[in-house]
């Protein structure tokens, strides 16, 4: 039974890309090969007693509330339309200067980052809202997919995003597991307030990074990014009292936790009321948009939820046939040590990133591999930042990438799937320039938690 | 079929009504929770009880949401072949899943669950923090509630793709 483990893997992989809901395949999958292994009398039978258990640990986590909130307040800001008048708003502050359309889009998608913790979703508003104005104006079509794509997906990393929440609470679970283990007498946490920080200056040179790759493309390569005529320059009053509501309503959100002030859901919840507050002042605030908001945030927060107990039933039998100890033993007897593991584990990870979104790899690759590399002594913030960063750069990458497919859906049949390719692909380089620089320099992750703390 | 279209539609409205509650039950969430760190932060003043009302709030919407996220098609799928699968195709899929996965799915987190409600209605168990709120077995209900709501919405949606690969048979012939 030892081959059970890997079995579990390859057969998950080959039953997700079927198109069956995950949480139920990863859930249904399991329960299989823990039925053959209970009936072969491989499998302990006891393990799956523990899942009511798990399960009541996931009702009573504090910390997670904090995701309805943030769907919540990015759904409300974008269905109250506050996105799209942000961007249209800043576009026609810069539209002006060469290259300033992409860069307003760079920035409204920064500033977007809470919206979503769903790449698709992001990539799909931001697609919609603006590759047709860009190509309108007439952006070479591959610097306008790439920016968009890249941007789309940079709501993963910047804080406060779900999938910085979903990833800090795992780890956090998973770091007290491995201290336990090395029977650390006064454990250390981590906390999710702890990876949005950590994630701020990675975030920051990112978007620095994607800026001045379209500032100089513009400037070398005008004609790829020409500016807007400036034929109806709004007031500058107008535009601010468009642009300040929601920004100072992000940056409190963002500040409160950075600042230490508020835990993520407390700031959650503010942002939440904030974001119904801004709607009912624009006059977009009703009854009924107030429960087609509650739907919206219903059927992603389930679903996020479903997963992480279908990846609990995966992990409790993954487990019953010891696939933790072999990965274990696999990770020990790795050459290069304790990098060595973690470079298998990223490759891994960027792979999986292909076929399944930040939610899954949180929930299922997280919890197994997490305990064993922070036993190894491997800084639980740094890691949870190489990881999201990791996978940001996998749902970019051609062919498979998450982003590409998402936008190829949105686009239109004018731009080629080539262009996408072409236009992504300095991104990607950007991406993996910032991978490498926190492998090198782990400092820019851990410098301002420390600093804060 | 007729009989099967009509428990088709009961259900569906059932899954539909649970649905609209719920999401009222996150607006709460929202206006709750503000409380709390209104009441904290304004007044100095920590309630467990309004803090535990989130995690009730929060709780009963996402178990009990699963049945509507299924109705409404909202469980992330890997769908890079799945989109271009013809619905005939889809409907295999999804019939197939529901039997193989989704429903022992459901069994099983009801098996072991309502043991683990039942212990805890029996001892009437309530919070364990001082101030809290008196009725733990009702979080603890909701795990083989979940799996009803979810298998009975389970059938529905086998009963829909059934009804496509009928359907689709019927005019090949």
Known sequence: MEFAPLLMFAVICIVLVQGYPVAFSLAGTAMIFAGIGI?????????????????????????????PLFVFMGTMLERSKVAEELLSGMAAVMGGVRGGLGVSVILVGMLLAASTGIVGATVVT?????????LKKGYDPALATGTICATGTLGQIIPPSIALVLLGDTLSSAYQEAQLQMAVVSPKTVSVGDLFVAALIPG????ALYLSYVLVTAALRPERAPPADIAERPQLSTLLLQLVPPVALIITVLGSILMGVATPTEAASVGALGASLLALMRGELSVARLEEVGLSTLKTTSMVFMILIGATVFSLVFRGFGGDEQIHALFNAMPGGTTGAIAVVMVVIFLLGFILDFIEITFVVVPIVGPILLAMGVDPVWLGIMIAVNLQTSFLTPPFGFALFYLRGVAPASVATADIYRGVAPFVGMQLLLLLMLAQWPQLVTWLPALLK | MGAIKNLLGIIDGFTELTGRLLAWLLVLLVINMFLVVLLRYGFDYGSTALQELSTYLHASAFMLGAAYTLRHNGHVRVDIFYQRYTARRRAWVDCIGVIVFLLPFCGYLLFYSVEFFLSSLAMREGSSEPGGLPALYLLKALIPLAAILLALQALAEFARSLRELLATTDKAQ
């Open chain 1, 204 to 207: 920051l040179i990112l978007v």
């Open chain 1, 126 to 134: 931001m697609g919609l809202l603006s590759l047709p104005t860009m």
């Open chain 1, 39 to 67: 009936i072969a009398g491989h499998f302990d039978a006891g393990y799956m007693n523990a899942l009511p258990d798990r399960i009541f640990g996931t009702i009573g986590n504090y910390t997670l509330i904090a995701v």
